[in-house]
């Protein structure tokens, strides 16, 4: 009975030894695996950390830049000053105003010697401008607004908005503004020479006045004109339709070069190709297209229409419509379309203050863009980018030619 008891006794301790090796078994092999996964993933973040960016600073990260503006189809053309231009047209679109001042009353009254009439400079349907210093020497043209109702507000918020967002070259700039109680003040960059009217026409357009602006310096500024409308029609988004460009918002620095003023009248144009926007007619008489002055459909080519009447007055030295004129030669338009592609006709049409000092290549070149421009059909108008192509090499060939000269002798034309 007890040799029974002891093989029962052995038979379980040695049981027992096996479950207790057993457990250890799987122990150390859990304890391995745990091990194994240790090092696995160890060995797998230092491979992923060794290909990692460099790591951020504590300052956050620059955000994308907004999309461009310019519209695709505005490629970089060769007239466009393309860094502040394109940085503007940004701007239109953003809607932030960039660095535009606003006044006080006192302050704008102080800089002008109190609107006294030494410091007046001229005087539009907005009301009176007025040469003025800043405290800190800039020289400013301040105009004060005497119109007051609707129209007037309108335009002074037309005329902020839009200055305050565009930035060219080729365009007036605005350095701030004054809107405290009833009185509405522009204040813009004084442009020393003034309008381009009033070098065409210096006896206020009746006949016999000479003008002394010579031919290089006529070409140029028709071109940056041009430039100007350009900036406004294919640069910005939606375009910018001035309504208003004549000579008298064509405004000269000290070296006669051209800014495009006052855009009180200016409207956003259509964004859909060939659209137009429909509004009252506005502008001034004699430089407005017959299709928007019968319909009031505005366009973009509704400016290059104003625009070739421009350049009617650059080449002819005629005023846009003077009824004291012989019948037949009241409107500029019409009395000059059908001479402007004729060669022979181009020479008796031009203004006699040029004393033969152009070249009659380029005068024929010029008149046949303005025959272009005045089409009475707005669709055969030409776009101001194309206007600015055909007359850069005419004002690259006279660069060299002086900007303004006064005591030109007379001579026959060039070629
Ligand atoms: N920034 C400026 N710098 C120097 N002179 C200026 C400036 N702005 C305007 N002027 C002068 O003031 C005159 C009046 O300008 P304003 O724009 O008020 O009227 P306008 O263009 O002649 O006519 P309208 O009001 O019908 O457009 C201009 O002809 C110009 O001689
Ligand atoms: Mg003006």
Not at 145 to 162: A, H, I, S, T, Y
Not at 281 to 303: F, I, R, W
Request: with cysteine.
């Amino acid at each position: 009975m007890s040799g029974g008891g002891d093989d029962y006794k052995r038979e379980e301790s040695v049981v027992l030894i096996v479950i207790v090796s057993l457990a250890a078994l799987s122990l150390l092999s859990l304890i391995a695996a745990f091990a194994y996964y240790c090092y696995i993933t160890r060995k797998v973040s230092r491979r992923l950390n060794s290909h990692q960016l460099p790591k951020r600073s504590s300052s956050p990260a620059p955000l994308p830049l907004p999309p461009p503006v310019i519209p695709p189809q505005g490629k970089e053309s060769p007239s466009s000053n393309s860094a502040s231009d394109g940085a503007a047209a940004g701007a239109l679109v953003v809607g932030a105003e960039r660095g535009v001042q606003l006044f006080g009353y006192r302050q704008l009254h102080a800089a002008t010697g109190g609107f006294g009439r030494a410091h007046m400079v001229g005087q539009g349907s907005f009301g009176a401008v007025y040469r003025g210093v800043l405290p800190d020497g800039r020289k400013v043209a301040v105009k004060l607004m005497d119109r007051p109702g609707k129209q007037g507000e309108e335009e002074f918020e037309m005329e902020v908005e839009l200055l305050s967002r565009l930035r060219s070259s080729h365009l007036l700039g605005l350095i701030g503004h004054c809107s405290e109680g009833g009185h509405r003040l522009l204040v813009y960059e004084f442009m020393a020479n003034g309008c381009l009217q009033e070098h065409l026409y210096p006896n206020g357009g009746s006949c016999g006045g000479i003008s002394k602006l010579d031919w290089p310096t006529r070409l140029r500024i028709a071109l940056e004109a041009a430039k100007g409308l350009e900036y406004l029609h294919e640069r910005v988004t939606p375009p910018v339709i001035h309504r208003d460009f004549k000579s008298s918002n064509i405004l000269l620095d000290k070296d006669y070069h051209a800014r495009v003023s006052d855009f009180g009248l200016a409207k956003l144009g259509s964004d859909k190709a060939g659209g137009h926007v429909s509004t009252r007619v506005l502008g001034t008489q004699g430089y407005v297209a017959p299709e928007y002055a019968l319909t009031g459909h505005l366009t973009t080519k509704s400016d290059v229409y104003s625009y070739g009447v421009v350049l009617l007055e650059l080449l002819t030295g005629r005023v846009p419509v003077d009824m004291k004129r012989p019948p037949g030669e009241g409107v500029l338009v019409n009395w000059a379309l059908p001479m402007l592609t004729d060669r022979e006709k181009v020479v008796q049409i031009l203004d006699p203050s040029l004393e033969g000092q152009y070249s009659l290549k380029d005068a024929v070149q010029v008149a046949a863009i303005a025959a272009m421009c005045v089409q009475p059909e707005a669709d055969y108008r030409p776009l101001m980018a194309d206007v600015v192509q055909s007359l850069v090499p005419l004002v690259k060939n006279r660069s060299a030619s002086k900007l303004c000269n006064p005591n030109a002798q007379a001579s026959r034309p060039l070629d």
